[in-house]
């Protein structure tokens, strides 16, 4: 099993490498059948279904370093239990040419040192937005009999 310092350190390799763009550094620290999701519901489905394996993780990977900035997200907090990373980042993010805050946390698992599978948990509903699946309407002031 890989120490909690090491793993610690490998998280933050991954995140330097997806800020930087360098997906084959990034893929480096993928295992064969990793899994990646954003945790939502199916009506996200171009975000939240589950991505396998090494050829379906890189064109994922390579999307998200085209079109999602992520390098001004700072780390809030790591925390390591066992092979599993809780990482807390917040932050500046681009998607496309709109720049917003945000916060995220991932739950990272690692085999012998190799990710086999990574849950993201972010604003579903900001990144449905972004990608015109859903729209905000302007809150309505409620009348008197309403309240």
């Not at 991954?14 to 620290?29: H, K, N, V």
């Not at 945790?39 to 390579?62: C, F, I, K, W, Y």
Request: glycine fraction near 6%.
């Amino acid at each position: 099993m890989t120490s909690g310092a090491e793993l610690k350190d490998i998280v933050k390799q991954i995140y330097e490498a997806r800020g930087e763009g360098d997906l084959d550094r990034l893929m480096s620290f993928f295992g064969d059948n990793c899994v990646f999701r954003v945790a939502g519901n199916r009506h996200l489905a171009q975000l939240t279904d589950p991505v396998v394996g090494s050829a379906a993780l890189r064109e994922a990977m390579r999307h998200f370093i085209d079109t999602w900035e992520m390098k001004d997200l700072k780390f809030v907090d790591v925390h390591i239990d066992g092979d599993v990373a809780l990482v807390h980042r917040e932050g500046h993010m681009r998607h496309v040419s709109t720049d917003f805050d945000t916060e995220i946390m991932d739950k990272i698992t690692f085999d012998n040192g190799k990710v086999i599978e990574v849950v993201e948990f972010l604003d579903t509903l900001q990144v449905a937005v972004l990608l015109k699946t859903a729209t905000i309407s302007a809150p309505q002031q409620l009348s008197a009999g309403q309240q």
